[in-house]
């Protein structure tokens, strides 16, 4: 197996997060070219984390071994009313380790009306517990840097006024430590 599939493999399935944003800038977050309507939705955000805690996030990643293409969705929200949904498609590139991917996401509160998104990139590291890959957010690109094994569970991400993280809730962490002991063939995974 290659190093992006090893990393699908493992991440398969359904998961629930809490999320965490930052404004880092609020001088080039006031001057980005970002709309109107997603500077407020992300006032918004900051404001509803600062008032209630963090945000809860489900994601599922529809990943079938053998395929190149497959589905993963994300949905933020609160008091299970969601705030934004992604619905993304992966593309596995045949160098083993690049990671394309399309699709649209959906902002609160018109969460019927589609944004999409131009092709964005990525790659899984060697040691198939890492990936570094573009993420649309409020119509914006992050850069996101995921770290999912059996020590952390977490998914950061970025823009010049913008941070976050989604950190696993702990009994989903267990289901992915428990991912580490399954049958593929010793030699089929990367040295760590």
Same mark, same amino acid.
């Given at each position: 197996?290659?190093?992006?599939?090893?990393?699908?493999? $493992?991440?398969?399935?359904?998961?629930?997060? /809490?999320?965490?944003? $930052?404004?880092? *800038?609020?001088?080039?977050?006031?001057?980005?070219?970002?709309?109107?309507?997603?500077?407020?939705?992300?006032?918004?955000l900051?404001?509803?984390?600062?008032?209630?805690?963090?945000?809860?996030?489900?994601?599922?990643?529809?990943?079938?071994?053998?395929k190149?293409?497959? !589905?993963? !969705?994300?949905?933020?929200? $609160?008091? $299970?009313?969601?705030?934004?949904?992604?619905?993304k498609?992966?593309s596995?590139? /045949?160098?083993g380790?690049?990671?394309?991917?399309?699709?649209?996401?959906? *902002?609160?509160?018109n969460?019927?009306?589609?944004?999409?998104?131009?092709?964005?990139?990525?790659?899984?590291?060697? +040691?198939?517990?890492?990936?570094?890959?573009?993420?649309?957010?409020?119509?914006? #690109? +992050?850069? +996101?840097? #995921?770290?999912? *094994?059996?020590?952390?569970? /977490?998914? #950061?991400?970025?823009?010049?006024?913008?941070?976050?993280?989604?950190?696993?809730?702990?009994?989903?962490?267990?289901?992915? /430590?428990? !991912?580490? *002991?399954?049958?593929?063939?010793?030699?089929?995974?990367?040295?760590?």
């Amino acid at each position: 197996m290659q190093s992006h599939e090893i990393y699908f493999q $493992r991440n398969r399935g359904e998961w629930k997060w /809490k999320v965490f944003f $930052r404004i880092t *800038n609020w001088k080039i977050f006031f001057n980005s070219p970002l709309k109107f309507t997603n500077k407020l939705r992300a006032l918004l955000l900051i404001f509803g984390q600062t008032l209630f805690g963090p945000y809860k996030a489900f994601t599922n990643l529809n990943y079938i071994p053998g395929k190149t293409s497959f !589905r993963h !969705r994300i949905e933020i929200y $609160r008091w $299970r009313m969601p705030l934004h949904k992604s619905d993304k498609q992966f593309s596995l590139e /045949k160098s083993g380790h690049e990671i394309k991917l399309t699709g649209l996401e959906y *902002n609160w509160p018109n969460l019927k009306t589609p944004v999409y998104f131009d092709v964005l990139t990525g790659y899984v590291e060697p +040691c198939t517990t890492k990936a570094n890959y573009k993420m649309p957010l409020l119509g914006q #690109t +992050c850069d +996101c840097k #995921t770290i999912l *094994n059996d020590k952390d569970a /977490k998914i #950061t991400f970025n823009t010049t006024w913008l941070e976050g993280e989604f950190i696993m809730l702990p009994e989903y962490h267990q289901v992915l /430590k428990s !991912r580490f *002991n399954e049958a593929l063939p010793f030699d089929q995974f990367p040295a760590h």
